[in-house]
């Protein structure tokens, strides 16, 4: 399980999505990663604002899995 709040943790990770950031730090579940894939068929969310209406992770676990998310995807594009 990963730290959302250490960088460093996530330095050997290659995925960018949002649901695997998350899952990866057990801030959510498969079900809960379905259910908002369920969801965003129907209605055109995006997933954070999703989890956060179903109140499956805080604001600031969001936040963070963004910045995580951010920090893989510039370590990807600079490699």
Known sequence: MKNLYDIDDWSDV????LG???IESGKINLVHLSMV???QRF???PMGKIL???KVVSKKDLNQALIIQKYL?????NA
């Open 73 to 77: 995807q510039k370590r990807c594009n």
């Open 52 to 54: 956060l209406s179903m």
């Open 37 to 39: 894939l369920d969801i």
């Open 20 to 22: 695997e950031i998350l």
């Open 14 to 17: 290659s995925y960018l999505r």
């Open 43 to 45: 209605k055109k969310m």
